[in-house]
């Protein structure tokens, strides 16, 4: 194990989800001050559409042509130009921003990843150790902005992300050479996007496996948009710095989730995790009918159950269920139709719920009215979980603690959509 191979990496990814973590949970709020809440559903659709086109991006141009750090210095120094002037812009204005920054961020996803495997000896032991980076790097520019900045309804937030995108865009130029991974290897749009994997979906169950996790991912898709609205709606002074202890939960649950997959196996895993994503909505729910603070905080904590269980398994899942010449191909249409098409519909419907309880330009809901925006996606989630779990088995063998550990070293990045 190189030790400070390790740092350089941890370091690039640390600053990697800064950068993210600087906005992403805070723009809500930062709208609602501005009179854009009525947008808030777009500032949350960008990154399912970026999500989208970054695998063209990496695997038509990135993968083939250039070094992946010099890629990585080019975009995230673009992305720090956009994110220096999102705070001059307003309404649609500023969607169409955040836009052009996702678009320049959502490929670092898979190229800080790249990267690291790249160089890194053994996937399975080592590259936990880098990303665990990230989500610490998430969790630091929540406290900085909400807590020591107060600037979670502030232009600030862009200033500090800004700042942070342009010293990872100088610090990548500085990291170990990384060859264009895929140079002069055949490619086509069907296969970066996995279409050559729907093959799969002749199997009942692995069908039933994507259709559940697409339909999941739309009521999914509200908590990232709106929970943190309603974090301060509730009374929290320091609504990012609340929204990192779902962070902090996922830290503890991705170390426990070997002995947690050995014992409960595929199936129970999802179930579980599905069932804390209703449970998470119907705290919120009650916490909007009783004010009761404890539930908000319990709904956050939900976090590291709620994604580790149910996102990382079916990584897992697919991981293991797949050919293996065709298995990043699988797990590329995989988060096509979860994070990217699922997330982006969600996103889209829950907007909708806002507006039909408030049709104001700038909509700023009530507690009741919050109790019904929460109940929506709440009974969503149970319906997917309830038909899911009639309808799909387990068509894998029962795991190992250690391979479920080598699938864990498997995960792509986008399951870095925290």
């Given amino acids: 194990m190189n030790v400070g191979l390790l740092v350089r990496l941890s370091i690039m990814m640390f600053l990697q989800f800064f950068v993210w973590g600087s906005w992403y949970a805070t723009v809500g709020n930062y709208m609602g001050a501005?009179?854009?809440?009525?947008?808030?559903?777009?500032?949350?659709?960008?990154?399912?559409?970026?999500?989208?086109?970054?695998?063209?991006?990496?695997?038509?141009?990135?993968d083939r042509y250039f070094a992946t750090e010099r890629v990585l210095g080019i975009m995230h120094l673009l992305g720090a130009v956009t994110l220096f002037m999102a705070p001059q812009f307003s309404g649609t204005a500023f969607i169409w921003i955040l836009l052009i920054h996702m678009l320049c961020y959502m490929p670092t996803l898979g190229l800080t990843n790249t990267l690291a495997f790249h160089h890194i000896t053994n996937a399975e032991k080592e590259f936990p150790i880098v990303r665990v980076a990230g989500t610490f790097g998430w969790i630091a520019a929540g406290v900085l902005v909400s807590s020591f900045l107060k600037a979670d309804k502030l232009d600030?937030?862009?200033?500090?992300?800004?700042?942070?995108?342009?010293l990872l865009g100088l610090y990548s130029f500085t990291l170990p050479h990384t060859a264009p991974p895929a140079k002069g290897q055949p490619a086509s749009i069907s296969s970066i996007l996995g279409f050559d994997s729907i093959k799969m979906m002749k199997s009942p169950n692995f069908a039933v496996f994507i259709i559940g996790s697409f339909l999941v991912c739309i009521p999914l898709s509200t908590y990232y948009a709106f929970a943190p609205v309603f974090v301060a709606a509730s009374g929290s002074a320091s609504p990012a710095t609340t929204m990192s202890f779902g962070q902090m939960s996922e830290v503890f649950f991705m170390l426990?989730?070997?002995?947690?997959?050995?014992?409960?196996?595929?199936?129970?895993?999802?179930?579980?995790?599905?069932?804390?994503?209703?449970?998470?909505?119907?705290?919120?729910?009650?916490?909007a009918a009783s004010g009761a603070y404890w539930m908000v905080l319990g709904g956050v904590l939900l976090h590291g159950i709620c994604y580790d269980f149910f996102f990382v398994t079916g990584y897992i899942y697919v991981d293991k269920r797949a050919d293996k010449n065709i298995r990043g191909q699988a797990q590329s249409f995989l988060v096509l139709v979860t994070q990217g098409l699922g997330m982006l519909i969600g996103a889209?419907?829950?907007?909708?719920?806002?507006?039909?309880?408030?049709?104001?330009?700038?909509?700023?809901?009530?507690?009741?009215?919050?109790?019904?925006?929460?109940?929506?996606?709440?009974?969503?989630?149970?319906?997917?979980?309830?038909?899911?779990?009639?309808?799909f088995r387990d068509d894998t063998a029962k795991l190992t603690e250690a391979e479920i550990g080598e699938g864990l070293g498997h995960v792509p990045a986008a399951t870095d959509v925290i």
């Fill in 256 to 287: 426990a989730m070997p002995m947690f997959f050995a014992r409960l196996g595929v199936k129970w895993m999802l179930l579980v995790g599905m069932l804390a994503w209703v449970v998470r909505y119907g705290l919120f729910a009650g916490a």
């Fill in 156 to 166: 600030t937030q862009f200033y500090l992300a800004s700042g942070a995108s342009v």
């Fill in 348 to 391: 889209q419907i829950s907007g909708f719920v806002l507006r039909s309880l408030d049709s104001s330009p700038n909509p700023v809901l009530t507690m009741p009215q919050w109790q019904t925006f929460w109940i929506v996606p709440c009974v969503m989630a149970a319906v997917v979980m309830l038909v899911f779990g009639l309808l």
């Fill in 34 to 62: 501005h009179e854009m809440s009525g947008l808030i559903a777009w500032a949350y659709s960008v990154g399912p559409i970026a999500a989208i086109a970054a695998p063209l991006f990496l695997g038509l141009i990135a």
